[in-house]
């Protein structure tokens, strides 16, 4: 994980977070050039800066969550590589191509939907498409059943959308998104109002969009719990400036080790444990002990001082953390630095 | 993206689908110019029927120039406002503009795929109401004298320009100031009260050449009617149509490359 306030490079990302709780598999990693990259990228409006000098390597075939607080930045961000706004300092490129330069042939191959997806609310589903289509061009339109199907509006298609419901219209945006064939999808909040079971559709939709057809999805979001479900590699983002980006398992991770021990003496152990030098902080809690570590890797030492002094360890794991402790603790502690 | 004529065409045709399964806005152009033109028939008809020695037959050349004037300075450019309102601030009001320049398709190719879709929804409407007009004039001739071949195809060119010149100009001011709303009010307002009012005053004198509906009024082929003429030479006449179909959509399709999506 690579956390800072300043401008952030990162180099030689290794893609090992394959979301183990939803039994997601583990995304190849794409020797190509990355699917968006930006440099010291900065927008300003007048005296506000909602992005500042930002620095992403968004790798390709890995969902990649960009995770803030409503107003961190991130639709701003978003609108300026889509070329919608421009920057005011910075670079950036999309599927390698720099933006707003070659910013026709880069969204040639983006599907992205920006804040909300919009329809005619008084045409059908198809009939939607099929404009969206006719913009795109002519391969375009041979694909619009198979995009209704793969989103599980094919029995809907024929329907007014000013009937569809949020979690139906989210569908349908991301079908027009497929449209072109995409190599890189950029979804905004796309669980947005969606009720869990439409949150675990786009969910799955995702990862099947990742895993099964090997696109890059990019999704901005304010929901911890949804990025750490779906993504492989996110960036959290505050104040406009990236406070951290990594694999999900290394953005969770604690830097020092974090550890639960269950054992048959617990306030022995605690009472052993006190005063070693290689323990920061421990405490009882719920029949066991948490302790954050000094250093990583000194799990087993303290495994065997327990053993050594006659105590039964039960249970020694890591202590993992959810994304939203860790963006919580990030975020709170900028606030008070600042 | 290069655009080529098959995109184009695809583009046209999306774009005359949106405004065509609009059917509110499609029952309302179609209200505009046939209700009127039901009702002065039908009453027309009925005077006629109940009292032939005072009031003529409702059909004929005269009732043809009335015709006209309803479609081609009245009614029929309220039709072609509403049509190219919606086919110019249409995608802003829905939400579609930015999905659509996500494409990457330029904002110039969007924006002029709308003009001959609107243009071509407007012309189906005014030639629905001109075919029962023309039927209704020939009908209820009576012993009244009827357009000739010759003066119906004219007639029919003139409604194609007069019309297709409006919506333009809607199309361009609704895509300029990006409300569909506002667009209507003002080009009603201006083609019902307004201009008609400049037309007539004849102090302003050669000043009046510069308002599209003195010119049309001008070229209008057949006989005439109760409308004021404003005389001019017929390539002034060429030129301010084509200062109104260059400038309006010309602002319309630069606020539609600036547009902040």
Redesign the interface.
């Known amino acids: 994980m690579y956390a800072t306030r300043g401008a952030l490079t990162v180099t030689g990302m290794e893609i090992t977070h394959a979301n183990q709780m939803e039994g997601h598999r583990r995304p190849a990693v794409d020797q190509r050039e990355p699917a968006v990259e930006t440099e010291g990228l900065t927008k300003r409006f007048g005296d506000r800066t909602a992005v500042d000098d930002v620095s992403l390597v968004v790798p390709r075939g890995v969902a990649y969550g960009f995770l803030g607080h409503n107003g961190a930045g991130k639709t701003t961000l978003i609108r300026v590589l889509?070329g919608?706004?421009r920057a005011s300092a910075g670079r950036a490129s999309v599927l390698g191509l720099p933006v707003p330069a070659q910013?026709?042939?880069?969204?040639?191959r983006?599907g992205?939907i920006?804040e909300e997806?919009?329809?005619?609310?008084?045409?059908t589903g198809y009939?939607n498409l099929?404009?969206?289509?006719?913009?795109?061009?002519?391969e375009t339109?041979k694909r619009i059943d198979g995009v209704l199907e793969r989103v599980g509006l094919d029995k809907r298609s024929r329907d007014r959308v000013g009937t569809y419901s949020l979690g139906m219209r989210q569908r349908l945006g991301v079908a027009?998104c497929l449209l072109?064939d995409p190599e890189l999808l950029i979804l905004d909040e796309p669980m947005n109002g969606l009720d869990p079971g439409g949150m675990l559709d786009v969910r799955r939709m995702i990862r099947a969009l990742v895993e099964d057809e090997g696109r890059t999805v990019f999704v901005s979001s304010h929901l911890l719990d949804e990025v750490e479900k779906t993504c492989d590699v996110a960036a959290i983002i505050d104040g406009g400036r990236v406070i951290a980006q990594g694999s999900i398992e290394e953005l969770v991770a604690d830097e020092a080790g974090e550890l639960l021990i269950e054992c048959d003496d617990t306030d022995r152990a605690l009472a052993l444990l006190a005063g070693d030098p290689t323990v920061r902080e421990l405490r009882a809690e719920h029949g066991a002990l948490r302790m954050n570590l000094r250093a990583r890797n000194q799990a087993g030492e303290i495994n065997a001082r327990l053993v050594a002094a006659g105590l039964v360890v039960g249970r020694l794991e890591p202590a993992r953390r959810s994304l939203e402790d860790r963006f919580l603790e990030m975020t709170t502690r900028l606030e008070v630095a600042a | 993206?290069t655009l080529d004529a098959?995109?184009a065409r695809?583009?046209i045709?999306?774009?005359v689908?949106?405004l065509r399964?609009?059917?509110g806005m499609i029952a309302l152009a179609l209200a505009a110019v046939l209700v009127p033109l039901v009702i002065a028939t039908g009453y027309d008809v009925i005077r006629h029927a109940s009292d032939p020695a005072h009031y003529g037959p409702a059909g004929g050349l005269h009732n043809f120039a009335r015709l006209l004037d309803l479609l081609g300075i009245f009614m029929g450019p309220v039709a072609a406002i509403l049509i190219g309102a919606e086919a110019g601030a249409?995608d802003l009001a829905?939400?579609?503009f930015?999905?659509?320049?996500?494409?990457?398709?330029?904002r110039t190719a969007?924006f002029l795929a709308r003009i001959p879709a609107a243009v071509a929804v407007t012309l189906t409407v005014i030639a629905l109401a001109f075919a029962i007009g023309v039927a209704s004039t020939f009908a209820f001739a009576g012993g009244l004298a009827t357009p000739s071949l010759s003066v119906l195809l004219q007639a029919a060119a003139w409604l194609a320009l007069a019309n297709a010149v409006v919506c333009v100009v809607a199309l361009g001011l609704a895509s300029l100031t990006g409300s569909r709303p506002g667009t209507i009010t003002a080009l009603i307002g201006w083609e019902l009260v307004l201009s008609p009012l400049i037309v007539q005053a004849v102090s302003l004198g050669s000043l009046r050449r510069g308002l599209l509906d003195g010119v049309l009024i001008f070229l209008k082929p057949g006989p005439a009617s109760g409308a004021p003429v404003v005389l001019m030479p017929v390539a002034v006449a060429v030129i301010v149509i084509v200062a109104w179909l260059l400038a309006i959509p010309a602002l319309g399709a630069w606020r539609m490359r600036t547009r902040?999506?």
């Open positions: 889509l919608l706004t910013r026709a042939r880069a969204l040639a983006v992205a920006v997806p919009s329809f005619y609310p008084h045409l009939e099929t404009i969206a289509a006719a913009v795109r061009g002519p339109r027009r072109s | 993206m098959t995109v695809q583009m045709s999306a774009d689908l949106r399964k609009k059917r249409g829905a939400g579609v930015r999905d659509n320049v996500l494409t990457g398709r330029s969007l902040d999506a």
